[in-house]
RNA sequence: CGGGGCGUGGCGCAGUCUGGUAGCGCACCUGCUUUGGGAGCAGGGAGUCGCAGGUUCAAAUCCUGCCGCCCCGACCA
């Protein structure tokens, strides 16, 4: 038996997943809890990745035409009220501001000055939003008008999971209006495809593409197409979604424009959206039991230099030769951006190492005396044990920089890619159905399941019959997924296609 | 809202049953020694023991009330 390796993350995934997800954040200080309930303080490091999903993103909605806006944080409560659905979907987790004062009371302030409407804390701003798009649009060369915002949103859940299900998270949502039907379809399957894209070349995440059933469909929405990721735990997370609203929210907001028929017409529109819990699902799709994996392109930070001296006489050789290189780093660039490098020069020891470990900083870089004499460094990287370094010589180092990194990058993909693969089953049979998502161990459930591509009549019943039997929900219909007659899983009734099924986040 | 658990230095906990006025580990600060690795020794700073009442000579400890948080469930575009 071989000895227990030591991890830097107690406990291990495969002892207690959620509790090892809750010291990972801890130990890489990306976040912790803030003494507002249900809300996180994101700390640097955590916010560093935000900053590049967002750059990431933010190129790409502009590269098909969007711009960035800001509305309001508040919408009055009519507002909410316009769209049946909606309102529906969305009171129970709405936060209200029903004053706007605070005056002196015995011992301490109480709110005062009662507002004449309540105002409600965005959950999502379709509605406020599109009351802007009325005024905007009054012909049809006013569009398609195609605007996204960088916001917070507030929703008033039970309970909360840092990042992936916070009472206030961060997120973009972008929202369209169309003449046509068509192009709003369009528009949904095309942002669809950018959050794909970004979630894996970028995120390393792989994610199914698929249309949600009736039942998980936005509240208001005609259709609702999203991307699902399959976390190490074999559970999915919905790491984006892209609604085709038709026109329900342009009839509730009254956007109605001018066509060229010389006729009046209602516009098409369309919202999209990720958020913070992205940052989540890079943490459970990549993570190991020393801490985060960060994937290269979308990382805080790309390498850390590791100086390492003994004597004073050492240290201004040894930091001279380390400014040099992060100079020459920093001058590389990879995924659209410069090359970030950390410098960590603290004299503590081996600590500082495993620091960047738990932070998951992709290249670690060691320079001392003995490497500056073979003007050479020793590489750690991330994606390997934490003992596995190597010495390159500096000139191959920098030469293969980039390729490394993306070496890297494709790793973790690949990683990610297989798990999924081999936690992903067709069935048939309703037992084994049962049997796949049945823990052995109903006491301390063990990590089991995955998706079950499955065949579904398309009735709301079998789906949540599903749901209640075994906490399974249908998660999508894949968009790319071949055409094939079966049995429901449920009820046996013919079906077209395969589903889906997974427990989720 | 139901079931369970917990509130003690920055963090994690012991002490509570059997009242006597606060302790451990980590982190932090100082010094010395170490040094290609999550260092050792010595010294030090830091806590109205969740809040409010009550019992008592004496309360972290017993009693009453309140507040907050966590876990499970319900819920979750």
């Not at 929202?175 to 894996?200: C, F, G, S």
């Amino acid at each position: 038996m071989a000895k227990a390796v030591k991890t830097a993350i107690t406990p291990t995934r495969q002892a207690d997943y959620p509790e090892w997800y809750q010291q990972v954040i801890s130990a890489s200080e990306m976040a912790e809890r803030s003494p507002v309930r249900g809300c996180m303080v994101i700390k640097p490091w955590g916010y560093a990745l935000w900053e590049n999903i967002q750059f990431q993103m933010d190129e790409r909605f502009k590269e098909t035409g969007v711009r960035n806006a800001y509305f309001p944080l508040f919408i009055p409560l009519h507002f909410l009220e316009k769209e049946a659905e909606h309102v529906e979907g969305f009171a129970k987790e709405c936060a209200v501001v029903t004053h706007h004062r605070l005056e002196q009371s015995g011992d301490g302030l109480v709110p005062g000055g009662e507002l004449t409407e309540p105002l409600v804390v965005r959950p999502t701003s379709e509605t406020i939003i599109g009351d802007s798009f009325a005024k905007w649009v009054s012909s049809y060369r006013d569009l398609p008008l195609l605007i996204n915002q960088w916001a917070n949103v507030v929703r008033w859940e039970m309970r909360t999971r840092l990042f992936l299900r916070t009472s206030e998270f961060l997120w973009q949502e972008g929202h369209t209006a169309h003449a046509t039907a068509e192009e709003a379809t369009e528009r949904t399957k095309m942002m669809l495809d950018v959050y794909a894209d970004i979630a894996e070349n970028y995120l390393a995440i792989p994610v199914i593409k698929g249309r949600k059933s009736a039942l998980e469909r936005f509240p208001g929405a005609v259709d609702t197409l999203c991307i699902e990721a399959m976390m190490q735990d074999r559970k999915a997370l919905q790491a984006g979604t892209s609604h085709f609203l038709g026109q329900n929210f342009a009839k509730a907001s009254n956007i109605k424009f001018q066509t060229d028929q010389e006729g009046e017409a209602f516009a098409w529109t369309t919202s999209w959206g990720t958020s913070t819990r992205l940052v989540g699902g890079l943490i459970m799709t990549h993570g190991d039991d020393d801490g985060v994996i960060m994937p290269p392109r979308i990382a805080p930070a790309q390498v850390v230099l590791l100086p390492i001296y003994r004597k004073p006489d050492e240290r201004s050789a040894v930091m001279a030769y380390t400014a040099k290189l992060a100079a020459d780093l920093r001058r590389i660039r990879y995924a659209g951006r410069r090359v970030t490098v950390e410098v960590d020069d603290r004299d503590i020891g081996g600590t500082r190492n495993w620091d960047w470990i738990k932070k998951g900083i992709p290249l670690r870089v060691e320079i001392g005396p003995r490497d500056i004499a073979a003007d050479a460094v020793f590489v750690g990287r991330r994606d390997k044990t934490p003992r596995d370094k190597t010495s390159l010589a500096r000139s191959a180092f920098l030469e293969g920089f980039t390729a490394l990194l993306d070496e890297i990058q494709a790793t973790l993909f690949q990683r990610a890619s297989d798990l999924r693969d081999a936690h992903s089953r067709q069935i048939d049979d309703r037992s084994e159905f049962d049997r796949f998502f049945t823990p052995r161990n109903p006491d301390k459930p063990e990590i089991h399941g995955g998706f079950a591509h499955a065949h579904w009549c398309g009735e709301d019943a079998c789906e949540e019959r599903i749901k209640s039997d075994l906490s399974v929900t249908l998660r999508c219909l894949p968009l790319e997924g071949p055409k094939e007659t079966g049995a429901c899983i449920c009820c046996g009734r013919s079906s077209e296609r395969r589903a889906i099924f997974a427990k989720a986040y």
